[in-house]
């Protein structure tokens, strides 16, 4: 077998002087951001903006192109090092959810994340056919693809950037937190498969057989977690908290949570939800593992997911926002894409005799689009479903929902009084809260 060779010293360079500015950056703008009020993930999220092609890439494109990689494989570096940062983040924001809420509001959960699925989901399609002629790419082969696609971007909640969110603004242990989490990653994962098949049709046609298996493999991932991966967790933590050291314990955390998301993803499922998994899966094992995971929460809410969200910009390009038609549709797509989860999320949370400020809140969280829907623009350009103009309204959706969640939420949530149960639960997230705090997030 060839060996490859090692990485050349200008490339390593390259990406070492990269890591360094978006963290920089992206650190310093989050700081500026809690001085405002408002969460780290702010500013972390407006450095890619700033340092990539929508700003200084646009202004002085030479300087931008020396500090940040222009050539694909160096760029890839970035992306691996996000990659692990977003994994990581799920995986802990996972170790955070309470299942016996998840169980005891099991009906709400449901109504929430159906909600919050159908009416954005009918109102893109909708929108879509209006559209096509402005936004839709230069490969598509009819309106009803770039209508079902508009759909799905619609639909979609962003697991890792309401996470970070809840994180920051220390409502994780909240009865909404739970249930935002809960519905966005079961929109997320029906999202992930209305992809898959928009995907189809936009290639080889709908192959409604493939979609069936994703369904089939991804209930048989669960159940293998849950009945194989739960007691092997068990039995191998037990053993590692007899250490002195959180070293081991970390050691066992990173290997499943990057495990399971490797393992769906070779199922043709998205990673995140292996690593969100196994994030769940380890909640399981007990209160020490909770304890002993406090340096890797401090290493990825203060280095790595500040990293992943700096990269996640730099692939906007907010100047096609020049055009007066692109503008035009970027403002309707926005309205219908916050309309659309805030009117789900406040039906939902009536109908489960939820009050208006709990239905406000639900509308926030689960309204946050972020990464995950560039992630479904990049897709959509690839294929030819989008064009470049398409592409950056899709983003503009991801930029403004992510940076409305924060002041919307702290808005509602100051109206919905804590009670015993969160109360309880705020204890046991106590060192959470400890490692939260050294990153300089609010309160």
């Known amino acids: 077998m060839a060996i490859a060779p090692p990485l050349p010293a200008s490339v390593l360079l390259h990406f070492l002087v990269a890591v360094v500015v978006l963290l920089a950056v992206a650190r310093t703008l989050g700081a500026l951001s809690v001085q405002f009020g408002l969460p780290s993930i702010v500013g972390e999220l407006f450095t890619g903006v700033l340092l990539g092609p929508s700003l200084l890439g646009w202004i002085a494109p ?11 494989e160096q760029m890839h570096l970035l992306d691996a090092v996000a990659q692990l940062g977003l994994l990581l983040l799920v995986g802990l924001t996972g170790t955070h959810i309470d299942m016996t809420t998840v169980r005891r509001q099991g009906r709400t959960v449901a109504i929430v994340s159906l909600s919050g699925l159908l009416i954005p989901l009918g109102l893109g399609i909708a929108l879509g056919f209006g559209l096509v002629s402005v936004l839709g790419g230069a490969s598509l082969t009819g309106p009803l693809v770039f209508s079902l696609f508009l759909g799905v971007a619609m639909c979609v909640t962003a697991i890792p950037v309401i996470a970070k969110t809840l994180t920051d603004m220390r409502l994780l242990h909240r009865n909404i937190g739970q249930l935002t989490l809960s519905a966005g990653m079961i929109d997320d994962t029906v999202g ?17 057989g493939h979609i069936g298996l994703s369904v089939i493999v991804m209930i048989g991932f669960v159940l293998v977690a849950a009945l194989v991966g739960r007691p092997v967790l068990r039995w191998v933590t037990a053993r590692t908290t007899r250490s002195d050291s959180p070293g081991p314990t970390l050691g066992v955390a990173v290997i499943a949570i ?13 990673a995140i939800f292996g690593a969100f998994v196994a994030g769940i899966v380890l909640a399981t094992t007990g209160t020490a593992v909770q304890k002993r995971l406090a ?37 309707l797509v926005l309205v219908v894409a916050i309309a659309g989860k805030f009117a789900g999320a406040y039906l939902a949370a009536r109908l489960c ?3 208006r400020w709990e239905g406000l809140a639900l509308g926030a969280g689960m309204n946050s689009r972020g990464v995950v829907e560039v992630i479904i623009a990049l897709t959509g350009l690839r294929l030819g479903v989008l064009s470049t103009a398409g592409y950056t309204v899709i983003v503009l959706v991801a930029l403004v ?28 997230h106590a060192v959470w809260a400890g490692a939260a705090k050294h990153t300089g997030s609010p309160g």
Do not use: K, Y
Not at 258 to 270: K, N, R, S, Y
């Open 401 to 428: 929902t992510s940076l409305m969640a924060p002041p919307l939420l702290r808005f509602a949530m100051n109206h919905v009084e804590q009670d015993e149960t969160e109360r309880l639960r705020a204890l046991e």
């Open 295 to 331: 340096p890797l929460r401090t290493v990825t809410l203060s280095v790595l997911a500040p990293l992943f969200l700096a990269t996640a910009g730099l692939r906007m390009d907010l100047t096609a926002l020049t055009e007066l038609p692109v503008l035009g549709a970027a403002m």
């Open 258 to 270: 990057v495990g399971c998301a490797a393992a769906t993803h070779a199922a043709h499922l998205e």
């Open 192 to 208: 992930w498969l209305l992809l898959s098949l928009v995907s189809a049709a936009a290639t080889t046609g709908i192959a409604l």
């Open 62 to 72: 030479d300087v931008a192109s020396w500090i940040l990689p222009s050539a694909p």
């Open 353 to 355: 005799r939820l009050s």
